[in-house]
């Protein structure tokens, strides 16, 4: 019997998503977190099981659901768990896709009982997590690494910046500046650069046509 998903473009790739933010306990009832609905980082690989690519999406709490055959959902709550599964899986993929929006800092000790009131200048010290794309991008051989960057000041020589720093091959760097772009909402403006620093601006878009054009990216490395 024919396989009709053998002609697919992705088929035989292996993706590993990250999506959506993620949770830094505080104690048993609070956590540090962010607005990230994981919305950009489903429809991606929604775009890439369509394609034929097996997907491993590794996420962050959020509301959004999916079923698909070719998608394996790994559901996380911190930047350390994301790191473990992310680590767990990277040897086996052709390509990686950070599209979560990851703490960068987590409390340095979390109360094991829900914190009182009584304290009139209560402080939280924080320290780093780990970067989890830099630290697939040591760990990189044949991976197409793909990372995002938000940017609100000199937002194209920062994402070059992190494109040297995390070892990418392209960087989908996320405008605010325009109407309509960003968290909470629909649609994206983005901006792609490569390796080679090539720059090309997107036009404001819908999240799901941004995901195809980065999957577009990826069918056109494998095609090359
Ligand atoms: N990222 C990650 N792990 C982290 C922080 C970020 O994997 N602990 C990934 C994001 O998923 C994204 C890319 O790194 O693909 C860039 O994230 P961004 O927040 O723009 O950059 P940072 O490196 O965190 O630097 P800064 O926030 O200071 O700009
Ligand atoms: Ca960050």
Excluded: W
Aim: with cysteine; charged share 25%; hydrophobic share 40%.
């Amino acid at each position: 019997e024919k396989d009709i998903t053998s002609k697919l473009p992705l088929k035989g790739k292996k993706i590993l998503i990250t999506a959506g933010p993620t949770y830094e306990a505080i104690d048993p009832v609070r956590f540090i977190g962010n607005h990230s609905s994981g919305k950009m980082g489903f429809d991606i690989a929604r775009i890439a099981a369509h394609n034929g690519a097996e997907v491993i999406l590794v996420a962050g709490p959020t509301h959004l659901k999916v079923e698909h055959p070719f998608i394996h959902l790994r559901r996380v709550q911190s930047a350390q768990e994301m790191y473990d599964v992310c680590h767990e899986y990277f040897e086996e993929v052709n390509v990686t896709i950070a599209a979560a929006a990851v703490a960068d800092y987590r409390p340095k000790n979390v109360a094991l009982q829900k914190i009182k009131k009584n304290d009139p200048t209560f402080i939280i010290e924080l320290e780093k997590t780990k970067d989890i794309l830099a630290s697939l991008g040591e760990k990189k051989k044949n991976q197409f690494l793909i990372g995002f960057a938000l940017e609100t000041e000199n937002e194209i020589e920062h994402a070059k910046l992190k494109i040297q720093k995390k070892n990418l091959d392209l960087i989908v760097l996320n405008s605010l500046n325009d109407k309509g772009a960003g968290f909470g909402h629909d649609t994206n403006k983005v901006t792609f650069i490569d390796k080679q620093f090539i720059v090309e601006p997107m036009n404001l878009k819908s999240k799901e046509s941004v995901a195809q054009d980065i999957i577009n990216k990826i069918i056109q490395h494998y095609d090359a």
